[in-house]
């Protein structure tokens, strides 16, 4: 049996921030296993050319800092030149600090803010300036159980991840007249080196597992089928959603 051809995204150029490791990886290797052109980003060449190494099909790597504007602006630039217009970007840069809101210094909200909010908007924007002009492209940023609720000492990443979740339905009302669908992908409780020390705190891991109906922490790989589903035509009349893969977490009290 064959998939059905509205899932089909075989050919398309895809951009992955972040995704020297982690969830970006694992998405990056569903597209380029789908049978996209994929571009890896991140920050360190050598770890991205060693992640690209383990993908198949035609893999490449774009080395920039999507907190930086400039370096944004030219590095979407190079990716179209290199490997092609872009059909599909994925906002999936994040990063994590824990402290309680009273101890929060300022640097580090703005890390924070720049990292997981700031990105999405550069790096969207530059990629949907083409996207709007071809009249076709879909983004999909990375959110989070943390668009929705919140637990002590995350207050600050939380509240980027539900403004990401408010500029995921701003990009949709902004671009999706010139047939650019945006739209969120929210995972719950996955296991990588951002959520690493919770994962290894015996009590909080025990606590996740009981308080998510699928039983289990996430893994990297629950992500990809949202994903491209999200990327693919199935998703045309998609817009502005944010679809939760988390067990079932943000669901139940
Ligand atoms: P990781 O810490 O494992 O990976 C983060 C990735 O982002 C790395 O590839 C890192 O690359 C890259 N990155 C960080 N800052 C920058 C930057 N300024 N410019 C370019 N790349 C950058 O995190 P996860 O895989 O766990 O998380 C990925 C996304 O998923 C994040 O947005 C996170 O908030 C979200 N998420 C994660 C959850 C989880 O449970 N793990 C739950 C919900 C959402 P490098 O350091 O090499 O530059």
């Known amino acids: ?6 899932f089909d ?5 895809a951009l992955v921030t972040g995704s020297s490791r982690g969830i970006g990886l694992a998405l990056a290797r569903g597209l380029a296993e789908a ?3 994929v571009v890896l980003n991140g920050r360190d060449g050598d770890r991205l050319a060693e992640a690209a190494a383990g993908l198949p099909g035609e ?3 774009a080395v920039f800092d999507v907190t930086d504007g400039p370096s944004v602006a030219a590095g979407i630039a190079d990716v179209e ?3 092609g217009p872009l059909d599909i970007l994925v906002n999936n840069a994040g990063m994590q600090l824990r402290a309680p809101l009273l101890e929060f210094a300022d640097a580090d909200w703005h890390r924070v803010l720049d990292t997981n ?3 999405a908007f550069l790096v969207g924007r530059e990629a949907a300036r083409r996207m709007t002009e071809r009249g076709h492209g879909k983004i999909v940023n990375i959110c989070s159980l943390q668009s929705e609720v919140v637990r002590p000492g995350i207050a600050p990443y939380a509240a980027t991840k539900g403004a990401l979740k408010m500029l995921t339905k ?3 009302a902004d671009w999706g007249p010139y047939g650019v669908q945006v739209n969120g992908l929210g995972p719950g409780y996955i296991e990588t080196e951002l959520t690493r020390p919770l994962v290894e705190d015996e009590k909080f891991s025990t606590w996740v597992r009981g308080r998510t109906p699928a039983g289990r922490w996430g893994r990297t790989e629950d992500l990809v089928g949202g994903l491209l589903f999200l990327a693919s035509p199935a998703a045309d009349f998609v817009g502005g959603q944010i679809l939760y893969v988390d067990g079932g977490m943000t669901s139940v009290l």
Do not use: F
């Open 117 to 119: 909010l700031t990105s």
């Open 170 to 172: 701003g990009m949709c």
């Open 9 to 13: 995204i075989g050919g398309r150029t």
């Open 81 to 83: 030149e290199r490997v």
């Open 1 to 6: 049996m064959t998939a059905h051809p509205l």
């Open 35 to 37: 049978g996209c052109r």
């Open 59 to 61: 893999v490449r790597t």
